[in-house]
């Protein structure tokens, strides 16, 4: 993860705190509009296609443990696209960089309407994580810009909504996604992102300003990419030999393992090496506080993940509801993330929020364990509420902490690195649901994966009320 060049960036001055209460002028709702629907793209695709996957499952003829991959590659490709692309945004212009993302979705869309293969599904996937992954940093970097222009901060009701525009998405996506699934098939999930990148696109075109000149630097030289390509390569290989691993561990290949052993220790020489390294772990180990909060932001998102995606399938072919009624019973979840979220931007405590999320995840992985074929609705949407609750709570929290113990010069790279630590958990949930599904959804999956969910749990309480840093953070 590279170091933001402050060359290229104006000093902005700190907005006064009356100044805050609302957008100002150079921050109208024509600009904000299309970044706040570009911005929403990358987390409703990671939790719509939940209830998608038995169909897509179904039409291919394979199972939990190939439609698996849908989850991976998508997060696969965001955990390396979205601090690249950052990085782009800041030495190109984020404008270009943003509209070059939305015509990536576009295409994507198109793939996966009219894949007449799995194989191009997977294509279709990895162009949706590239295209992505593109939206929320450089939504970062014209609010940057557009601080520097008017010499105002970026006002909080602004970020907040960029904020609530990702967790609101994911939250409604499993609910949308049954709709659409119900409405017109599967098709529908990809073809739907279509749209409303071409609205994004055309409203970004109208909207956005131009990028103003990049800055040079004392010697009169326009700032290096400074993208570590050896660093890049390397995290991409390790990380894809990984989920290979983790995506068979009812059969594991394990000489997999020695690959990855070896690359991951390439990467690290080099990043520490490097001055400008791809993802800075000396940073991260002087930072111990930081590196908690990536550590509890990957795992509660892993559990979070589990019941995205594990507890979908289950409720179709273990308990037979189709795609549509799926989407309903996860209604609760999808109003509990989003009412959560709201309060969880709104309060100013870290620590409280984040042990109660902590616990519900805990609470509601043993009443996973509790389902079956005979347990009553009312149940089935309380079990989806419990990591309704959490999902709001966890994405605001710690998006605080990352705020309150980055290096100010670094919070770019700090939040990008936090949003990969939240697809390497959503990695694994992937890898647990393949483990205990196999080829078909069933009770003995559900609580197999709900076991392992409560005993991280635990873990995850542990961590969050011993954590130190914390305590001064009520």
Same mark, same amino acid.
């Given at each position: 993860?590279?170091?933001?060049?402050?060359?290229?960036?104006?000093?902005?001055?700190?907005?006064?705190?009356?100044?805050?209460?609302?957008?100002?002028p /150079?921050?109208?709702?024509r600009?904000?509009?299309?970044?706040?629907l570009?911005?929403?793209?990358?987390?409703?695709?990671t939790?719509?296609?939940?209830?998608?996957?038995?169909?897509?499952?179904?039409?291919?003829g394979i199972?939990?443990?190939?439609?698996?991959?849908?989850?991976?590659?998508?997060?696969?490709?965001?955990?390396?696209a979205?601090?690249?692309?950052?990085r782009?945004?800041?030495?190109?212009?984020?404008?270009?960089?943003?509209?070059?993302?939305l015509?990536?979705?576009?295409?994507?869309?198109?793939? *996966?309407?009219?894949?007449?293969?799995? @194989?191009?599904?997977?294509?279709?996937?990895?162009?949706?994580?590239?295209?992505?992954?593109?939206?929320?940093?450089a939504?970062?970097?014209?609010?940057?810009?557009?601080?520097?222009?008017?010499?105002r901060?970026?006002p909080?009701?602004?970020?907040?909504?960029?904020?609530?525009?990702?967790? @609101?998405? +994911?939250?409604?996506?499993?609910?949308?996604?049954g709709?659409?699934?119900?409405?017109?098939?599967?098709?529908? =999930?990809?073809?739907?992102?279509?749209p409303?990148?071409?609205?994004?696109? /055309?409203?970004?075109?109208?909207?956005?300003? +131009?990028?103003?000149?990049?800055g040079?630097?004392?010697?009169?030289?326009?700032?290096?990419? *400074?993208?570590?390509?050896?660093?890049?390569?390397?995290?991409?290989?390790?990380?894809?030999?990984?989920?290979?691993?983790?995506?068979?561990?009812?059969?594991?290949?394990?000489w997999?393992?020695?690959?990855?052993?070896?690359?991951?220790?390439?990467?690290? %020489?080099?990043?520490? %090496?490097?001055?400008?390294?791809f993802?800075?772990?000396?940073?991260?180990?002087?930072?111990?506080a930081?590196?908690?909060?990536?550590?509890?932001?990957?795992?509660?998102?892993?559990?979070?993940?589990?019941?995205?995606?594990?507890?979908?399938?289950?409720?179709?072919?273990?308990?037979?509801?189709?795609s549509?009624?799926?989407?309903?019973?996860?209604?609760?979840?999808?109003?509990?993330?989003?009412?959560?979220?709201?309060?969880?931007?709104?309060?100013?405590?870290?620590?409280?929020?984040?042990?109660?999320a902590?616990?519900?995840?805990?609470?509601?992985?043993?009443?996973l364990?509790?389902?079956?074929?005979?347990?009553?609705?009312?149940?089935?949407?309380?079990?989806?509420?419990?990591?309704?609750?959490?999902?709001?709570?966890?994405?605001?929290?710690?998006?605080?902490?990352?705020?309150?113990?980055?290096?100010?010069?670094?919070?770019?790279?700090?939040?990008?690195?936090?949003?990969?630590?939240?697809? =390497?958990?959503?990695?694994t949930?992937?890898?647990? =649901?393949?483990?205990?599904?196999?080829?078909?959804?069933?009770?003995?999956?559900?609580?197999?994966?709900?076991?392992?969910?409560?005993?991280?749990?635990?873990?995850?309480?542990?961590?969050?009320?011993?954590?130190?840093?914390?305590?001064?953070?009520?």
């Amino acid at each position: 993860m590279t170091r933001p060049d402050a060359r290229t960036v104006t000093p902005v001055r700190p907005a006064r705190p009356d100044r805050e209460a609302a957008p100002g002028p /150079g921050f109208s709702t024509r600009l904000t509009a299309p970044l706040l629907l570009g911005s929403l793209l990358n987390p409703l695709n990671t939790t719509m296609i939940s209830t998608a996957l038995v169909a897509i499952g179904h039409h291919f003829g394979i199972g939990a443990a190939d439609t698996a991959w849908l989850i991976s590659v998508l997060y696969l490709a965001s955990a390396v696209a979205q601090p690249v692309l950052g990085r782009l945004a800041d030495v190109l212009g984020p404008r270009r960089v943003f509209l070059a993302g939305l015509v990536v979705v576009i295409a994507s869309g198109v793939v *996966g309407t009219v894949a007449p293969g799995f @194989g191009w599904l997977i294509v279709s996937r990895l162009l949706l994580g590239v295209g992505t992954s593109a939206a929320y940093p450089a939504a970062m970097a014209v609010l940057r810009d557009e601080s520097a222009r008017i010499g105002r901060a970026t006002p909080r009701p602004v970020l907040a909504r960029l904020s609530f525009a990702a967790l @609101g998405s +994911a939250a409604v996506g499993p609910t949308l996604g049954g709709l659409l699934v119900m409405a017109v098939g599967w098709r529908g =999930i990809f073809a739907v992102n279509v749209p409303v990148a071409l609205v994004a696109l /055309g409203a970004a075109l109208l909207w956005i300003p +131009a990028d103003p000149p990049r800055g040079r630097g004392a010697d009169g030289r326009m700032p290096r990419l *400074g993208l570590d390509p050896l660093g890049i390569g390397l995290f991409t290989t390790a990380l894809t030999v990984l989920v290979f691993f983790l995506l068979d561990l009812a059969h594991p290949v394990w000489w997999l393992l020695a690959p990855f052993v070896l690359l991951a220790g390439a990467l690290v %020489r080099w990043q520490l %090496r490097r001055p400008e390294p791809f993802i800075d772990l000396r940073m991260l180990a002087a930072n111990a506080a930081l590196s908690r909060t990536y550590l509890r932001h990957g795992v509660s998102y892993l559990l979070i993940y589990v019941v995205m995606y594990g507890y979908t399938q289950w409720l179709e072919e273990a308990r037979g509801y189709s795609s549509g009624h799926t989407g309903l019973l996860m209604l609760p979840m999808s109003l509990a993330a989003l009412v959560c979220s709201l309060l969880g931007a709104r309060t100013k405590g870290i620590r409280g929020p984040l042990v109660l999320a902590c616990v519900l995840l805990t609470a509601g992985s043993g009443l996973l364990f509790l389902l079956d074929q005979d347990t009553p609705v009312a149940v089935l949407l309380l079990a989806g509420a419990c990591f309704g609750i959490p999902q709001g709570l966890i994405g605001t929290s710690n998006q605080a902490a990352v705020q309150a113990y980055a290096p100010p010069e670094s919070i770019g790279s700090a939040a990008g690195l936090q949003r990969t630590a939240q697809y =390497i958990g959503a990695i694994t949930a992937s890898s647990l =649901i393949a483990l205990a599904y196999g080829q078909s959804a069933g009770d003995h999956g559900l609580h197999l994966m709900a076991a392992v969910a409560a005993v991280l749990g635990v873990l995850l309480v542990v961590l969050t009320v011993t954590d130190r840093a914390l305590r001064g953070r009520t």
